[in-house]
Structures are given as C-alpha cells and as structure tokens.
C-alpha cells in the first residue's frame, strides 16, 4: 500500500498524543477522502485486503457506523463485535478477549469501552493499530476531529474562535477532547453547566469556566451542547431534566447572544427539548448533520494514516 502524508502514530488514543501538524494532517486527508461519499460508487481499493475490527463494549449508533461505513468505502473487510456477543459475558478477560483476536491477525481494532485506558490496555496485548472510539469519560479523538473539521468548513480557520461548550462536562469525553483539540488549534474554550457537572481544575485543561450561560454563550463561534449522561452518575446529580433544560439549555434567546453566524454543535443523540430547543437543533445555524457526514471522512482519513504507519 502506498503510504500517504507523514504521520508518526501507530495508534490513536487521544488528542492529548496530537501536535497541531498531527490535526492538520488529519483534517486535510479527511478534506479529500469526503468526496467519495457523494460518488455513485461510493468505494476505494485503499485499504483492499486489510481487515477491521469494530469492538464495542458500550451502545452506539453514529460512531459505530461510521467506522463501519468508513472502512467499507475504502474496501476493508469489517466485522463488528458487540459486548453482549462477545467471550467477556462468559467470564474471559479483556486481555484474553484481545490475544485471541489478535492470533486472527486483524490490521486495525476499532474499540469503544466504558472504562477509561482500555485502547491504551489493548495495545499491549495486540499487534493491529488501535482507534480509541471512545473509552468512559476520558476521550472520544474522532468525535473531536469531526467537530474541528465541521468548524474549520465554515469558519475557514480554527485560530482566534471562541468555543462555548454546555452540559455534563465531568462525565464527557467530547467536552474533553474538543477542549483538547480547540486549544490546541488557536481556539478558545468557555464551559458551563450545573456546578456538580464541572470538574475541578477545569483551567489546566485549558479552558475557562463561565459564571453564566449568558457569559458562555455571549459573542461565540460555536455554541456546542452536551447530552446528560446519566449512564456515568452514580449518584443523581440534576434535580430534574425541566429544570435542566430551562436552566441550562439553548434556546433561541439564548442563542441570539452567540456570534450572529455561531454554529450550534452536538455529538449526538440529542435529547429535543433538554439540551437543545427543537427550533434551535433544526435551525439554519445547526451544523449538527454536517458533523455526522465529516465524521466518516474524519474516520476513513484515521484508518488509512493508522496503516501508512504500518
């Protein structure tokens, strides 16, 4: 296989291992592989032969897909393993999980696990490149690219922007790897939600913790809303979903305080009525499809560096 443009890594476990020539060489080979979506054939030989494992220990429709339809457009052979299917239900470890996929001899192992550092844990046990698709509330990379890619379409630059991320903060590996990813490229980062749902030192990561909806939102480029993920809270940490949305969620009132060309952003699924109003989710500003469509190129751009490493 021919090898594409330089990249140093093996595998991608967060943005946290990704200089900003990493991003750019990311978003620019993702830039060109998005036309083969709107082909009649939609398919590539690029990474004919190869094979692709898609891991998923947690429920998923979007990333899951996507990965799936990212390899199949560029003809790797795909095969998807659910936690409900898989050996760990009778008792087997991940690591034997990860040796006895690995004597199959796949090329690249997608995988998304509730426990943070199981990608990283994976690498030792198997000698295919490793995507992190998302691992507890440490990082989801991919989610990240999609987003800057989806800002960097419309905004032409990622340097000098000012990025508002609302909701569940603590428990979201989007609000860190965008946080991560947005920094990174020039950008600024504002947070906001209820104050059991920001974790401390917040500011190390490199963003600022609003005092208020109105301040986060006020003169922003992007206005990004996070779903509650009430999987990761042990205990109930929001009074009600009705006082949520009418404390903390983006209205179009809200929104009139953004940047009259803000975009409205959301990893999905969208909870209507909660995080987003229905006319602000569906509005002329919502780039909320855009980023599902840039996140099959994002995700083919991933696989094709990953085996360039090769």
């Known amino acids: 296989m ?15 291992q990704l200089s900003q020539e990493d991003i750019n060489t990311i978003l620019s080979t993702a830039d060109s592989f998005k036309e083969i979506s ?10 004919r032969g190869l094979t692709v494992i898609n891991l998923f220990f947690e429920p998923s429709t979007r990333t899951r897909l996507s990965f799936e339809v990212a390899a199949k457009r560029m003809s790797a052979d795909t095969f998807n393993i659910n936690a409900s299917s898989s050996s760990t239900v009778k008792g087997e470890t991940l690591p034997d999980t990860a040796r006895n996929i690995s004597a199959m001899h796949p090329d ?17 046990y198997v000698r295919a490149a490793v995507i992190n698709a998302g691992d ?19 905004r ?21 790897s965008n946080i991560i990813g947005f920094t990174r490229m020039g950008s600024e980062v504002s947070v906001y939600g209820p104050a059991t749902l920001i974790p401390k030192g917040i500011e190390q990561m490199g963003a600022t913790r609003s005092p208020s909806l109105e301040e986060a939102v006020r003169d922003a480029d992007v206005v990004m809303a996070l779903r509650i993920q009430r999987e990761r809270q042990n205990d109930p940490l929001l009074p009600s979903l009705r006082e949520y ?11 009139s305080l953004a940047k009259p060309d803000a975009l409205v952003m959301h990893p999905g699924p969208v909870n209507r009525g909660v995080e987003l109003s229905p006319d602000v989710a569906d509005g002329p500003r919502s780039v909320i499809l855009d980023q599902v469509t840039n996140g099959v190129a994002v995700r083919m751009a991933l696989l094709y560096l990953v085996m360039g490493t090769s």
């Open 2 to 16: 021919a090898t594409g443009p330089s990249f140093a890594h093996r595998h991608i476990l967060g943005m946290e």
């Open 38 to 47: 709107v082909r009649s054939i939609k398919k590539v030989p690029t990474l």
């Open 108 to 124: 690249i192992i997608v995988i998304r696990h509730s426990c943070a550092g199981t990608p990283l844990l994976l690498t030792r």
């Open 136 to 154: 507890g509330a440490h990082e989801h990379p991919s989610q990240a690219l999609l987003d800057l890619m989806t800002v960097n379409e419309h």
């Open 156 to 176: 032409g630059t990622l340097s000098g922007l000012k990025v508002a991320i609302i909701g569940d903060i603590t428990h979201s590996r989007v609000a860190r």
């Open 245 to 255: 949305s009418r404390e903390f969620g983006i209205s179009r009132s809200i929104l």
